[in-house]
């Protein structure tokens, strides 16, 4: 075994677990402490770019054969989710400014990094679940509203089950090839065997279940609602692009093929239409978020009908546009004294007039997750379809895209709320504070980066 | 400076101003005014430059500044001028700064938004105009809705959310089939050429079946179709109209319906020309109703803003017709009319925002004899209204007649791809538009006194100079169009050929089938 | 039916009726019994294949899940303290305040 | 800048001066600008006409620029001018400088002096670009533009909303007719490649027969001759347009404008000589405008109306001549109707003038002492229009019954027959006219009695003009001038003997027509009022104009809004197309509000919809691929 | 006959393990007490243990009841003899409404897994039980090719420890009011 490929390779997630002794050994020091969030950040900010650097260097190697890989698409795709963690942690600063949080948030994170370089289902299931354990009780952490716990708990059963339902595939998966690599599955895909089918749509439905497809999705709303935003934020961006990736590894580059193509068109594109549906009626942002992060899980599946090689691709970017201006959302949102409160949409009404920063940042997250140009979420769903289509899946293509059509309405009426009501008379927030917005910055810096060249990172992933 | 820099400039001026905008402090209205105008001014002047250095003799772009974008798509970032655009972008600079100044009095609240609206979509019509790779073009050409989606929804009437999200939802619906469509085009293209492009002059030369352009050209005519708008998706105009504040109304009725046109005319039927044949005469035939149909609703409407906008409905079949005619005349007739429907059309709304602001009704009825109490307001909003209806020395006249004759032309052709009776009917929107108009006007100017909230002033000197500006364009059209003509005449050439040619693979007709069913 | 094809069904079988379990028991305590009765039956099913196949990697993966099972439980436990003190129930029936 | 292009320019450049800066810079400024030009434009004509004249009359064309090129095509704004353009340009600029002149003096008081010369100019300008216009195209334009400038000016006193409504009424007519012109331009158009029209006329006389059917674009232009000669089904607007100032009548109503389809027909003859059909047509509807205007004349009250039914008549009589194929002696009863049609408003004018405004026939009288010189140039005119010999009138009328009863193109007795009742129906109403008003006893109130007055030198100097013109027109025989381009039809040799028996059956009935009206309304006029009454019926179908007005309400305009409004507007839009949409709308909205409903927030729920979903994705994977 | 019975026990012996685990599974469904149900899944395990150990991997039987029934037993079992108590939701049913629909969704479950077993399992795993692998190869296995793992789950476990605190601290947060 060598060391140092070992150390070079796992960077990234080293930083992050030492991010995690460090708050350890400072909360044993001094309960109280300020420091935290810097040192999050700051570990997460250099996993970050350790990942950068990785991807940047063109490092590739596996330092536990059949386990563990990094390539540089890989450490990219680790890199990106590591930068859309520091607004998190900047924005959570409203709501956590000490305890529990950052530890957890790390070990997710790390979660989220073994994913991009799993090999095998064993890797691959630990970094689920070190993804998944610390998110059920981030859901109920600071434990501002009663239905915190009922929502953590829900979560936490359905996502017993999904992990459950993966490990079965595995099982049948390992019992039909002898394998518990990833690339079984590949093989798996192209078999005609019942048993190999079997395994393979028990590791969809336990994805489908992980990112809230339709018919999985019942936790989604739930437990979105009742999180605190910071939490929210994570789980809608953060857990759902773990998951995709999570995906992405396992599908690999093997082209999807009926049955399991109609399986993987029709459930997103459910998805797809009753996210965007169930979203019009919802009175607060974070359950407006949790029915459209719904449809996005749709969009995201879709992409696994498009040819092989440019899956990864196109999970991951449009896991970047998807994340960043879902975040900006998040960050913008101006705090407030009662959590529920906080995001109902009745209070945004006439956001502009008290908060027009915030209100110009949630519209643009908005109109960019409903995919209106010249917006980043555009450029991603443009990838999608496109390689949705070059596969051969026109019809899927055009369903999707009228599907999406029916998210549009919700997205405008929140913008309508906050631009064209007259203000709430009691909404009661709080004035815009630095940290918040400095996340909010950092969000608008990257999703115009990603909107001006999207090519920069196209041609890196 | 080079005219491609000089282009740029043109077109990534309003982002400064907005960015200038935006950092302005509070309050400072005035200043906000005063930016603004500059810009727009500054812009139509050098602008001015670009008209002037444009050869009309260059087939091709000119001014072109060409950057990679996403390679791996094979997107670019193309700009440059053309005989297609080369009118409308005037038409949009020149709009530019009659907008501004026109809202100066009509808009007091949340004016640094608004200014920062007016530049984005002033930024986003320009680049859909100078946008020459299909990729860009559907990116400016969807981020127009959003200012626009916000100037009716923030500044607008009492049933502004309504009209707003009509407009946006009825618009995005196009929109997103033209999306498909646009990355199944550029897929074939790939597929069927090994040419990993989006810009126009390569989409031409995708070689489709002909089956997969009737679909293609029917998702990309329904987007452009509800733009225009062509009866029966035209709803949504009268509202997004009647709500909308003058600045918007001027900004939908001067340059956003054009881009419906401008689509048909540079992408729906020279990318799918043997499917644009087959349809010519359905196209004509709507083309046709659109202008009837508009017209009699416009001669029932009791609200001022809807009869210009039912106007501007009837106004727009003919630009077309002019389009179906695949004709020389046509086209250029069509190419002059889309730019009169925009100095018109923005001209009567501006007016009509002129005697909103006060007497603070658009209900028609309340108003009577203004010839006697606004000498000088009427007399523009006579010459507007002749002009509306075509009245020779106006660019209606120009637009009207040379679409006409156009449309005579195909019809009479052997192979008669307009039917004669389609293009017969189409006179008659002379007289219905003469009709709706003159009894508008009469309604409105003369007869006994009737002024809501009156006395009211005359035009001070600030609105007369926007109007005297607006009316000589018209009179220039009308006049002496040829200049802008020539410009436009190798455009009009190459549209006809392009939609002339067989560019169905004759050989591969049956082998290359692309897949078009549901599911595979 | 051979050994290898009884206990798959076996195993099958546990997994359904974990998951039948969450779905028909009111007792969350119960519930949260019943996903580890589905752990077990993905246990069983990955020690019979690797013992067929005489490969140890099944039966890593199976000692993998018994530590996150574990820790699920931890979890879990705490959680479920926290809805009885506010309801004074175990009946997940009465835990639908989010909901629409 | 040519000649040409000076006659038409001048005119223009009145009306921006006037409209312009009229009213700052007073009256003196407005008249001088107003008169002057047009003026001057008289003599440019002049001048021209004698250098036309100088060049053996060859025709004299002139580029003022390229309006536009297309491809091959180009449309330029071209001007010509030939005999028959020379005819036309005279009686435009100098009829009309005359009735600029007198303008001066019955617009005096007007507050909207200025405004009032800027349209006169403006039409001026229209007009002669109409006539002297080479291609279609220009013609068009001035087509339209007269009519823009006629609707101007019969609103000009906007604040009454029924002269607002006559305009607008006008203007529409017009458009219908133009719609017309319109498509018969693109049918040349489209099968000759040209709108120039010596070219035009040289194509169809040409070997090769054009590729339109020369009746097809006869009939066309003929109904945009009928919309602006007022012709049936069009004529209802010209009555109407009597609202505008009696000057503008004189102009535009009777002396130029209206003789716009006469010359365009005459212009375009290249064509009509090989459209039998459409001459037919043509003389038919004539006819039966100048009989239907006549007998409406007959019955009414108001003096410029009765002139305005006798113009309608008299532009009956010039379109069966173009029927006959006699255009010349059209253009000659142009020519000799212009100077006695505008005497004859300009002196109705005179005594609207003297009366204070009023209007009404019936409440005049015995006016002939207290205004000779009104009187005796009305009467001159009204003379000439009954076909008095040797008046102008007497003349060209002749030679239309003449040709109307022996041309090879379409003379007939029965039309002969028409023509000649309708003359002297002409004659009666004419001298019921002047006899209502300038004998019997004064029936006007002691006020207005009190009032009358001759008017200013101004306006009686160009009555006595326009009555010697009258008098004397006739005998420059304008058809012999123009023959060289427009010959004359070939008389059916069987016809010749009855010359002279035509010659002296127009005299007669014009000397019946004067004894009739004299018999009539001589003394209290109570012959006539036992007519009125014993024929009531009669009396009121023609006083109200035989309900057309009333027709086309109820047949065109009243079912135009029906459909507008209830199919389109009702049906259409609001419920088919917007219901459509809201239903849609409102549809989504109860699938989320369904969709919502789902989420019971029950855990065994959820799970149960993971079992489902696994059982349903097991059993779709059943599928062979 | 006996050495028949002897030779066949171990066949014998798994059959019966095997359905003693499926008896107590379905008693989870149907016993009322959670303590009851615990008890059951205790048996399931243990019975399934012994399976494990008949399929001669004897450290998996081992761990799944040292490790498996003993600590996450005795979670459970303290959680109920906690809980139990304060729930005042005794006497209303103990099956949700989706009873019926669960039982259904039940048996198609396990037949539609079932049926990829049934025809498909590869002729050379049936049956055939291969070399029986001991700790050692096991422990040779984990501490070298699946050192990573190792790692992993120590991290996943302090993060367990993390998140099982923080909740118990909200608890504590919540009874301070």
Redesign the interface.
Same mark, same amino acid.
């Given at each position: +075994?060598n060391f140092t490929a070992v150390s070079v390779a796992m960077a990234p997630e080293h930083l992050l677990?030492a991010g995690?002794v460090a708050l350890?050994v400072l909360e044993i020091a001094s309960a109280r402490s300020r420091a935290a969030l810097p040192i999050a950040v700051i570990f997460v900010g250099a996993a970050a770019v350790a990942a950068a650097l990785l991807g940047a260097s063109g490092w590739t190697g596996s330092p536990?054969p059949g386990?563990?890989v990094l390539t540089p698409p890989a450490a990219f795709a680790k890199a990106l989710v590591l930068a859309l963690a520091v607004p998190v942690l900047l924005f959570s600063r409203e709501d956590f400014g000490e305890?529990?949080f950052y530890?957890?948030l790390l070990?997710?994170l790390?979660g989220v990094c073994?994913l991009a370089s799993a090999q095998?289902?064993?890797?691959l299931?630990?970094?689920i679940?070190?993804m998944s354990?610390?998110v059920?009780?981030l859901v109920?952490?600071?434990?501002r509203r009663?239905?915190s716990?009922?929502?953590?708990?829900?979560y936490?059963?359905?996502s017993?089950?999904a992990?459950?339902?993966f490990? +079965?595939g595995?099982?049948?998966l390992?019992?039909?090839t002898?394998?518990?690599g990833l690339a079984s599955f590949g093989g798996a895909l192209a078999s005609?065997?019942?048993?190999?089918?079997?395994?393979?749509? +028990?590791v969809?439905?336990a994805f489908?279940?992980k990112a809230a497809i339709v018919?999985?999705?019942?936790?989604a709303?739930?437990a979105y609602?009742?999180a605190s935003v910071p939490s929210t934020a994570y789980m809608a961006v953060l857990v759902k692009a773990g998951v995709l990736i999570a995906a992405a590894r396992v599908f690999g580059t093997a082209p999807v093929?009926?049955?399991?193509?109609?399986?993987i068109?029709i459930?997103p594109i459910a998805s797809i239409v009753?996210g965007n549906?169930?979203? +019009?009626?919802?009175?607060g942002l974070r359950?407006m978020i949790a029915y459209s992060s719904i449809a996005h899980a749709g969009y995201l599946f879709l992409a696994f009908l498009g040819d092989g090689p440019g899956r990864f691709q196109a999970v991951v970017f449009y896991l970047a546009t998807y994340g960043v201006m879902n975040l900006l959302a998040f960050a913008a949102l101006p705090a407030h004294d009662d959590d529920v409160e906080r995001d109902r949409l009745e209070n945004l009404k006439g956001l502009?007039h008290t908060h027009?920063f915030a209100a110009l940042a949630i519209g643009m997250a908005m109109?960019s997750l409903a995919g209106?140009?010249?917006f980043p979420g555009?450029v991603g769903k443009?990838?999608i379809?496109?390689n949705v289509?070059?596969a051969?899946?026109?019809?899927?293509?055009?369903?999707g895209?009228?599907g999406?059509?029916?998210g549009?309405?919700f997205y405008?009426?929140l913008?309508?709320f906050m631009?064209?009501s007259p203000a709430a008379a009691k909404a009661g927030h709080a004035p815009s504070r630095g940290v918040a917005m400095g996340a909010s910055l950092l969000c608008l810096a990257g999703s115009v980066a990603v909107a001006v060249?999207?090519?920069l990172l196209?041609?890196r992933l | 400076m080079a005219d491609s820099t000089v282009l740029s400039v043109v077109l990534y001026l309003p982002v400064a101003g907005m960015l200038a905008i935006a950092a302005l402090p509070a309050g400072r209205d005035g200043a906000v005014r005063a930016l603004t105008l500059a810009l727009m001014v500054a812009q139509f002047l050098l602008s001015l430059v670009l008209y002037a250095h444009f050869d009309p003799a260059t087939p091709g772009l000119q001014a072109a500044t060409r950057l990679p974008w996403i390679p791996a798509w094979g997107v670019s970032y193309l700009i440059g001028l053309d005989g297609y655009n080369i009118l409308l972008v005037m038409l949009t600079t020149f709009l530019g700064p009659l907008v501004t100044a026109g809202a100066f009095t009509a808009v007091t609240k949340q004016v640094k938004l608004f200014y920062a609206m007016v530049l984005l979509i002033q930024f986003a019509m320009l680049g859909t105009f100078v946008a020459q790779d299909l990729f860009l073009f559907y990116l400016f050409w969807e981020t127009m809705l959003i200012p626009m989606f916000l100037l009716i929804g923030i500044w607008g009437g009492e049933r502004r959310i309504y009209a707003t999200i009509k407009f946006f939802l009825y618009t995005a619906f196009g929109s997103i089939l033209m999306l498909a469509a646009v990355i199944y085009l550029a897929w074939s293209l790939w597929h069927t050429t090994g040419t990993a492009s989006f810009a126009f002059a390569d989409l031409y030369r995708a070689r489709l079946p002909l089956e997969t352009q009737q679909w293609l050209l029917a998702a990309f005519a329904l987007s452009f179709a509800i733009k225009v708008p062509m009866v029966p998706l035209h709803t949504w105009l009268p509202d997004a109209h009647v709500e909308a504040p003058t600045a918007g109304s001027v900004i939908l009725a001067g340059v956003l319906l054009k881009m419906g046109t401008y689509g048909f005319m540079k992408l729906g039927f020279p990318l799918f020309p043997d499917a644009t044949r087959l349809a010519v005469p359905a196209i004509s035939i709507l083309a046709v109703v659109s202008i009837v149909y508009g017209a009699c609703l416009a001669l029932v409407q009791t609200d001022i803003k809807k009869i210009i906008a039912y106007s501007s409905i009837s106004h727009l079949g003919y630009v077309m017709l002019g389009l179906a005619s695949v004709d020389l005349l046509g086209i250029q007739g069509a190419i002059v009319q889309m730019v009169s429907h925009g100095l018109v059309a923005a001209g009567l709304f501006l007016m009509v925002g002129m005697i909103y602001e006060r007497c603070h009704t658009r209900e028609l009825a309340a108003y009577g004899g203004l010839a006697k109490v606004l000498p000088v307001y009427s007399v523009f909003f006579l010459v507007l209204t002749l002009a509306s209806v075509g009245l020779p020395t106006t660019s209606g006249f120009t637009g009207e007649f040379l679409v006409l004759l156009g449309a005579f032309n195909a019809a009479w052709r052997e192979s008669a791809p307009i039917p004669v009776w389609v293009a017969g009917l189409a006179v008659s929107g002379v007289v219905l538009g003469a009709l709706y108009m003159l009894w508008f006007a009469q309604r409105f100017l003369f007869g006994a006194e009737r002024v809501p909230h009156g006395p009211v002033p005359d035009l001070d000197g600030r609105e007369r100079a926007i109007l005297v500006i607006l009316l000589a364009a018209v009179f220039w059209l009308g006049l002496a169009p040829d200049a802008a003509m020539k410009r436009t005449e190798l455009a009009a050439r190459e549209y006809q050929e392009l939609v002339a040619r067989r560019a169905v693979p004759a050989a591969t007709r049956l082998t290359v089938a692309a897949p078009t069913e549901a599911t595979r | 039916m051979d050994k290898v094809q009884m206990l798959q069904v076996l195993a099958a079988s546990l997994f359904a009726l974990g998951l039948t379990g969450v779905i028909i028991r009111r007792n969350v305590l119960v519930m949260l019994m019943c996903m580890e009765l589905m752990l077990n039956g993905v246990n069983l099913s990955l020690v019979t294949f690797a013992h067929t196949m005489g490969s140890a990697v099944g039966a890593v993966l199976v000692f993998l899940i018994f530590v996150v099972a574990t820790a699920e439980i931890a979890i879990a436990i705490p959680v479920v303290l926290l809805l009885v003190r506010r309801k004074r129930s175990l009946d997940i029936e009465t835990y639908t305040d989010l909901k629409g | 800048m040519g000649a040409l292009t000076l006659i038409v320019v001048l005119p223009l450049l009145g009306f921006l001066a006037n409209g312009l800066l009229g009213n700052r810079l007073g009256k003196g400024f407005v008249t001088a600008v107003g008169c002057g030009l047009p003026a001057i434009a008289f003599a440019v004509t002049v001048k021209t006409v004698l250098a036309l004249h100088g060049a053996n009359w060859a025709p004299i064309s002139e580029t003022a620029y390229v309006w536009t090129m297309v491809g091959q095509d180009s449309f330029e704004v071209a001007f010509w001018f030939d005999r028959l353009t020379a005819v036309m340009a005279l009686i435009v600029t100098g009829v009309g400088t005359l009735i600029h002149v007198y303008s001066t003096g019955y617009m005096h008081e007007d507050k909207s002096y200025a405004r009032y010369f800027a349209y006169l100019n403006l039409f001026l300008f229209f007009m002669l670009s109409l006539v002297l216009g080479r291609s279609l195209l220009v013609l068009f334009v001035g087509w339209e533009g007269v009519g823009l400038a006629s609707y101007l000016l019969i609103g000009f006193w906007f604040g009454d909303v029924e002269k607002a409504a006559a305009g607008k009424k006008a203007f529409i007519a017009n458009r219908i007719g133009d719609a017309g012109f319109l498509l018969g331009m693109f049918v040349l158009y489209s099968a000759l490649g040209t709108l120039d029209m010596p070219r035009i006329n040289a194509a169809f006389n040409g070997p090769l027969v054009p590729a339109a059917s020369a009746s097809l674009v006869g009939i066309l232009l003929f109904i945009g001759a009928t919309g602006k000669s007022a012709q049936i089904p069009l004529y209802v607007w010209l009555p109407d347009a009597m609202a505008g100032p009696t000057p503008v009548s004189a102009l535009i109503h009777a002396a130029t404008m209206v003789t716009a389809g006469v010359y365009l027909v005459a212009r375009m003859s290249g064509i009509y000589l090989h459209a039998p059909e459409a001459s037919s047509v043509i003389a038919a509807v004539g006819a039966l405008t100048a009989l239907m205007a006549a007998t409406i004349a007959i019955a009414q009250d108001d003096i410029k109306k009765v002139l305005a039914y006798s113009t309608v008549s008299q532009l009956g009589f010039m379109f069966v001549a173009l029927g006959v194929g006699a255009y010349g002696v059209a253009v000659f009863h142009v020519y000799t109707h212009a100077f006695f049609k505008a005497c004859l408003f300009l002196g109705a004018g005179s005594v609207i003038h003297a009366m204070s405004g009023e209007q009404d026939i019936q409440k005049m009288g015995g006016l002939a002492r207290k205004i000779p010189v009104t009187f005796a140039t009305f009467a001159v005119a009204t003379a000439a229009i009954a076909g008095i010999p040797p008046l102008a009138g007497f003349f060209s009328k002749d030679e239309i019954l003449w040709y109307a009863l022996t041309s090879e193109r379409g003379g007939s007795v029965l039309l002969f027959a028409v023509m000649a009742f309708t003359a002297l129906l002409t004659a009666f109403y004419m001298f019921r006219l002047l006899w209502l008003t300038f004998f019997g006893k004064p029936r006007m109130g002691q006020e207005i009695a009190h009032h009358i007055h001759e008017s200013p030198p101004s306006m009686t100097v160009v009555l006595a003009i326009l009555a010697v013109a009258s008098a004397v027109g006739g005998f420059f025989s304008i058809p012999h001038f123009l023959e060289p381009m427009l010959p004359m039809p070939v008389s059916a040799e069987s016809m010749h003997h009855w010359h002279y028996w035509v010659l002296g059956g127009s005299i007669a009935i014009a000397v019946a027509g004067l004894a009739g009206a004299a018999w009539f309304f001589a003394g209290d006029a109570s012959r006539a009022g036992a007519v009125k009454a014993a024929f009531a019926g009669a009396y009121r179908v023609l006083s109200n104009k035989y309900y057309v007005d009333e027709l086309y309400a109820a047949v065109i305009a009243r079912p135009l809004l029906w459909i507008s409004d209830r199919v389109f507007l009702r049906l259409g839009d609001r419920l088919l197309l917007d219901g459509t949409l809201n239903g849609l709308a409102a549809l989504a909205q109860r699938a989320a509000g369904r969709l919502a409903r789902v989420q019971t927030g029950s855990l065994h729920k959820y799970a149960f919809m993971v079992l489902a979903g696994m059982v349903a994705s097991l059993v779709w994977m059943w599928r062979h691929g | 006959m006996i050495r028949d019975l002897l030779a066949n026990l171990d066949t014998l012996l798994l059959w019966g393990f095997a359905g003693c685990a499926f008896v107590s599974a379905a008693l989870m469904l149907v016993l009322r007490q959670p303590m009851r149900v615990a008890m059951a899944l205790v048996s399931c395990m243990v019975f399934l243990g012994g399976v494990y150990g008949l399929l001669g991997v004897h450290f998996i039987a081992a761990f799944q009841v040292l490790i498996y029934v003993g600590a996450v037993m005795v979670f459970m079992v303290y959680a109920i003899m906690l809980l139990d108590p304060r729930d005042e939701s005794a006497g209303t049913s103990k099956y949700s409404k989706l009873y019926w629909p669960g039982l259904v969704g039940l048996t198609a479950l396990a037949e539609a897994l079932a049926v990829g077993y049934w025809n498909d399992l590869p002729h050379a795993l049936r049956g055939a039980a291969g070399e029986p692998f001991d700790i050692l190869r096991f422990s040779e296995a984990f501490l070298s090719e699946y050192w990573l793992h190792f790692e992993l789950t120590s991290v996943l476990l302090v993060a367990a420890v993390v998140a099982a605190m923080a909740v118990i601290r909200e608890n504590r947060r919540h009874e301070r009011g």
């Open positions: +075994m677990l995690i350890l536990f386990q563990f305890g529990d530890p957890l070990a997710s790390y073994l095998s289902f064993l890797t299931f630990l970094g679940e070190l354990i610390p059920y009780v109920l952490l600071g434990y009663p239905e716990a009922e929502a953590a708990l829900k936490l059963v359905l017993g089950t992990s459950a339902s490990l +079965m595995a099982s049948l390992y019992g039909s002898g394998s518990l005609t065997d019942l048993l190999a089918r079997t395994a393979v749509v +028990m969809v439905s489908f279940l018919p999985f999705h019942g936790w709303p739930d609602e009742a093929a009926e049955p399991l193509a109609g399986l068109a459930l009753w549906l169930t979203a +019009m009626r919802q009175p359950r502009f027009p109109l209106i140009p010249p555009f443009f990838l379809f496109r289509i070059a051969g899946y026109t019809g899927w293509a055009v369903i895209l009228v999406s059509y029916l549009i309405y405008l009426r913008i309508q631009f064209m060249a999207p090519g196209l041609s | - | - | - | -």
